[in-house]
C-alpha cells in the first residue's frame, strides 16, 4: 500500500529533550514543527512552559505556539483542526509534518479520533462541581483507570468532562495505532491515512528527575514566580489552576492558601514543583511505555 504523505511524531515526558531533538529532525528532513502541547499554545506563559526561543528554534518553522491568550480555552478538537489543516499545508509544501509534545491527550485524539460526541449533562455537572477535586479523580480512576492515567488529578475541568462522557459511553474511547486517518471532525474518516514515524525519548527515571531538577531550578531563576504573578492578574484561580502544575502550586502560595506564604523563594518552592512535576513525567512515562508496547516502538534516551 501507497502512502503519499509522511507524518513524524517525537515523544516523550517532561524535560527529555523533545523540542532539541526535533529541529533536528526537521532540519536534517525539511521539516516544519507542530507543537503537541496544551499549554504552550497560551501566550505568556513561557518559563513555566519551557516554550522553545526564537534562537532554538534554529530558523524551523513552528506551529501551534502563542495562539491564544490564557484567558482563553483551547480544546482537544481545536488542536486536531488546527493540526490536521497545518499537516495537509506542510506536505503540500513539500516538507515533513513534525509533531512534538508530551500532551498525550492531544495525540490520541489526532491520532485516534475524538470520542464519540456527548452532550453535556447540566444535572450531573452540577452534581459533579460540589465534589472536592480528589473525589472526581478518584471516580475517574474507578469507572476508567486507562483514562485516569492521562489525566492531570488537579484539572477539574477536564476530569468533570471524562465523567460525563463515561456516564454516557460507559468509557472514553482510546486505541493505539501506527497507521492512522486522521479525522478532521468527529465523525468524519475521509482524511488520508499517514505513515507515521514515531521517535519516543524516554530517560531513565534517575535522568529523568535530575533533568526536571534542574529545569526547575532554572525556570525559577529566570522569573517563574514573577510569570505566575503576572499571568494571575489576567485570569481566575481556577484558570490559573488549568494552566499546569507549576502556575497551580505557585498561584496557591501568592493566594495564601500555603504556609510560610512570607518565604517565597525559589528554594522553598522547588520541593513541591519537584514532586508533582515528577508524578506528572510517571505518568507521561506510563502512557509512552503503552504506546510502546501496543505499536512496538522503541525509546531511546
Known sequence: MAYPLQLLIIAGPTASGKSARAVEE?????????????????????????????????????????????QEKYSAGDFVA??????????????????VGGTHFYFNALLNGLPAEVDANPALREELEKLPTEELAARVAERDP????????QN?????????????????????????????LVGKSDFPTFQTEWIVIDPPAEKLRARIDARLASALERGLIE??????????????????????????????????TECLTPESLLPALSAKLWQYARRQKAWLRKLREENTISAGS
Open 26 to 70: 526537521a532540519l536534517k528532513r525539511n521539516g516544519e514543527i507542530i507543537s503537541v502541547d496544551s499549554r504552550q499554545v497560551y501566550r505568556g506563559l513561557d518559563i513555566g512552559t519551557e516554550k522553545i526561543t526564537a534562537e532554538e528554534m534554529r530558523s524551523v518553522p513552528h506551529h501551534l505556539i502563542d495562539i491564544r491568550d490564557p
Open 82 to 99: 488546527d493540526a490536521t489543516r497545518l499537516i495537509k499545508e506542510i506536505s503540500a509544501r513539500g516538507k515533513l509534518p513534525v509533531l
Open 146 to 153: 486507562r483514562r485516569a492515567g492521562e489525566l492531570d488529578p
Open 156 to 184: 477539574r475541568r477536564r476530569l468533570i468532562r471524562a465523567l460525563e462522557i463515561i456516564d454516557s459511553l460507559g468509557t472514553v474511547p482510546l486505541r493505539g495505532s501506527r497507521e492512522v486517518r486522521l479525522p478532521y
Open 227 to 260: 510569570e505566575v504573578r503576572r499571568v494571575r492578574e489576567t485570569v481566575t484561580d481556577t484558570r490559573l489552576s488549568e494552566l499546569g502544575l507549576e502556575y497551580r502550586i505557585i498561584g496557591e502560595f501568592l493566594k495564601g492558601e500555603v504556609s510560610n
